[in-house]
């Protein structure tokens, strides 16, 4: 089975019930919305975000000014060593609830900002 892959931006329509609604299609499960479009995302664990789990991101960093990470139900601050890598890659970091990260994801992307988002499901 290919990895989950929309090759273009676009806003999430809707998030819940394990998954994300966007461009008239639903993924079920985590997602990254990246330059490069919107990705599945399968983090090792989602209570402990590592630098493995932003390697796209990181990958794409020189197209990313502000990247929303969007930790579940809840706030769930990431690791220090992990924030700063990812500014160290020239990226402003804003850790928030997935509810908050998706809203403000849609408000910098019809603003055409250079925004990414790595979501976490919420049931």
Known sequence: MRAAHFPSRAPIDAYGNGGFRFAEMSHRGSIQCLPSGIHGWEPADAGALGP???????????????????????????????????????????????????????????????VAAVLLAVA
């Open 52 to 114: 493995d789990d932003f390697a796209a991101v990181l990958a794409e960093a020189g197209e990313i000014e502000i990247l929303l990470v969007g930790t579940g139900k809840t706030l769930r601050p990431i690791p220090t060593e992990l924030r700063a890598r990812l500014r160290e890659a020239s990226m402003g970091v804003e850790t928030m609830a997935t509810g908050a990260a998706v809203r403000t994801f849609n408000v910098l992307l019809a603003e055409e900002r250079a």
